[in-house]
Protein backbone atom coordinates (compact mmCIF):
# COMPACT_ATOMS: atom_id res chain seq x y z
CA UNK A 1 0.00 0.00 0.00
CA UNK A 2 1.39 3.65 -0.98
CA UNK A 3 2.14 5.56 1.83
CA UNK A 4 -0.08 8.74 1.46
CA UNK A 5 0.95 12.04 2.00
CA UNK A 6 -2.16 14.11 1.36
CA UNK A 7 -5.95 13.18 2.02
CA UNK A 8 -8.28 15.43 0.39
CA UNK A 9 -11.78 15.02 1.91
CA UNK A 10 -14.91 15.77 0.21
CA UNK A 11 -17.54 16.54 1.87
CA UNK A 12 -21.74 17.03 1.06
CA UNK A 13 -23.34 17.75 4.82
CA UNK A 14 -25.08 14.78 4.21
CA UNK A 15 -26.44 12.52 7.34
CA UNK A 16 -23.72 10.19 5.57
CA UNK A 17 -20.77 12.87 6.61
CA UNK A 18 -19.79 11.60 9.80
CA UNK A 19 -19.10 7.84 8.29
CA UNK A 20 -17.09 9.52 5.62
CA UNK A 21 -14.50 11.86 7.65
CA UNK A 22 -14.05 8.38 10.26
CA UNK A 23 -12.39 6.40 7.65
CA UNK A 24 -10.61 9.59 6.70
CA UNK A 25 -9.52 10.49 9.86
CA UNK A 26 -8.19 6.32 10.59
CA UNK A 27 -6.32 7.24 7.27
CA UNK A 28 -4.94 10.49 8.71
CA UNK A 29 -3.72 8.97 11.78
CA UNK A 30 -2.63 5.68 10.28
CA UNK A 31 -0.20 7.32 7.68
CA UNK A 32 0.70 11.28 9.72
CA UNK A 33 -1.20 12.39 6.88
CA UNK A 34 -1.83 16.09 5.63
CA UNK A 35 -5.82 16.60 5.85
CA UNK A 36 -8.10 19.19 3.74
CA UNK A 37 -11.19 19.68 3.22
CA UNK A 38 -13.39 20.64 0.51
CA UNK A 39 -17.33 21.32 -0.23
CA UNK A 40 -18.35 21.97 -3.70
CA UNK A 41 -21.33 24.55 -4.03
CA UNK A 42 -23.03 23.87 -7.18
CA UNK A 43 -24.38 25.87 -9.79
CA UNK A 44 -27.61 26.91 -9.80
CA UNK A 45 -29.12 27.52 -13.34
CA UNK A 46 -30.04 30.98 -13.70
CA UNK A 47 -32.51 31.79 -16.82
CA UNK A 48 -30.73 34.61 -18.11
CA UNK A 49 -32.66 35.42 -21.22
CA UNK A 50 -33.60 38.55 -20.61
CA UNK A 51 -29.87 39.35 -19.88
CA UNK A 52 -30.73 39.86 -15.98
CA UNK A 53 -30.07 37.95 -12.72
CA UNK A 54 -32.87 38.49 -10.19
CA UNK A 55 -30.90 40.06 -7.29
CA UNK A 56 -32.89 37.30 -5.06
CA UNK A 57 -31.23 34.24 -7.03
CA UNK A 58 -27.87 36.17 -6.64
CA UNK A 59 -28.29 36.78 -2.83
CA UNK A 60 -29.65 33.18 -2.23
CA UNK A 61 -26.19 31.66 -4.17
CA UNK A 62 -23.84 34.19 -1.90
CA UNK A 63 -25.79 33.00 0.98
CA UNK A 64 -25.45 29.37 0.27
CA UNK A 65 -21.65 29.50 -0.22
CA UNK A 66 -21.03 31.59 2.99
CA UNK A 67 -22.93 28.97 5.67
CA UNK A 68 -21.00 26.56 3.13
CA UNK A 69 -17.95 28.14 4.13
CA UNK A 70 -18.44 28.43 7.66
CA UNK A 71 -19.70 24.65 8.01
CA UNK A 72 -16.63 23.82 6.37
CA UNK A 73 -14.23 25.44 8.54
CA UNK A 74 -16.11 24.50 11.50
CA UNK A 75 -15.69 20.53 10.80
CA UNK A 76 -12.22 21.58 9.60
CA UNK A 77 -11.80 23.35 13.65
CA UNK A 78 -13.23 20.04 14.77
CA UNK A 79 -11.02 17.79 12.92
CA UNK A 80 -7.61 20.30 13.38
CA UNK A 81 -7.87 21.27 9.84
CA UNK A 82 -6.45 24.59 9.08
CA UNK A 83 -8.41 26.92 7.94
CA UNK A 84 -6.01 26.98 5.04
CA UNK A 85 -7.03 23.85 3.98
CA UNK A 86 -10.84 24.37 3.86
CA UNK A 87 -11.89 25.04 0.30
CA UNK A 88 -15.55 25.93 -0.45
CA UNK A 89 -15.25 26.32 -4.64
CA UNK A 90 -18.50 26.81 -6.77
CA UNK A 91 -19.09 25.15 -9.97
CA UNK A 92 -19.04 21.06 -10.92
CA UNK A 93 -18.36 19.10 -7.86
CA UNK A 94 -16.32 16.78 -10.20
CA UNK A 95 -14.46 19.29 -11.66
CA UNK A 96 -13.64 21.45 -8.53
CA UNK A 97 -12.55 18.25 -6.35
CA UNK A 98 -10.15 16.77 -9.41
CA UNK A 99 -8.97 20.16 -9.77
CA UNK A 100 -8.16 20.93 -6.41
CA UNK A 101 -6.56 17.41 -5.85
CA UNK A 102 -4.17 18.27 -8.98
CA UNK A 103 -3.63 21.73 -7.83
CA UNK A 104 -2.62 20.26 -3.96
CA UNK A 105 -0.67 17.35 -4.73
CA UNK A 106 -3.38 15.11 -2.63
CA UNK A 107 -2.56 11.48 -3.27
CA UNK A 108 -5.94 10.30 -1.86
CA UNK A 109 -9.52 11.20 -2.18
CA UNK A 110 -11.95 10.01 0.03
CA UNK A 111 -15.52 10.78 -1.11
CA UNK A 112 -19.12 9.22 -0.16
CA UNK A 113 -20.62 6.59 -2.84
CA UNK A 114 -24.11 5.92 -2.13
CA UNK A 115 -23.70 2.43 -4.54
CA UNK A 116 -26.50 2.94 -6.53
CA UNK A 117 -28.29 0.94 -9.13
CA UNK A 118 -30.11 0.81 -11.61
CA UNK A 119 -31.22 4.50 -13.36
CA UNK A 120 -29.02 5.95 -11.02
CA UNK A 121 -26.08 3.57 -12.10
CA UNK A 122 -26.84 4.64 -15.23
CA UNK A 123 -25.99 8.49 -15.42
CA UNK A 124 -23.42 8.26 -13.01
CA UNK A 125 -22.51 9.77 -9.73
CA UNK A 126 -20.28 12.07 -7.88
CA UNK A 127 -18.13 9.32 -6.58
CA UNK A 128 -18.03 7.46 -10.10
CA UNK A 129 -16.81 10.40 -12.03
CA UNK A 130 -14.10 11.34 -9.30
CA UNK A 131 -12.54 7.80 -9.47
CA UNK A 132 -12.68 7.73 -13.13
CA UNK A 133 -10.83 10.84 -13.58
CA UNK A 134 -8.75 11.59 -10.50
CA UNK A 135 -5.21 12.14 -11.04
CA UNK A 136 -4.62 9.90 -7.42
CA UNK A 137 -6.27 6.72 -5.47
CA UNK A 138 -9.63 7.80 -4.72
CA UNK A 139 -11.49 5.89 -1.52
CA UNK A 140 -14.90 5.44 -1.93
CA UNK A 141 -16.89 4.87 1.21
CA UNK A 142 -20.02 2.81 1.24
CA UNK A 143 -23.21 4.73 2.56
CA UNK A 144 -25.82 2.50 3.31
CA UNK A 145 -29.02 4.20 2.65
Given at each position: ???????????????????????AMK????????????????????????????????????????????????????????????????????????????????????????????????????????????????LAV????
Open positions: MTDYTHILLAIDFSPATDSVTRQLCRAFKTKLSLVHVVEFTPMNLSNDMALPQEVEFEQELLEQSKQRLQQLGKELGVDQSECYVPQGSTRREILQLAKERNVDLIVIGSHGRQGIQRLLGSTANAVLHGAPCDVRIKD
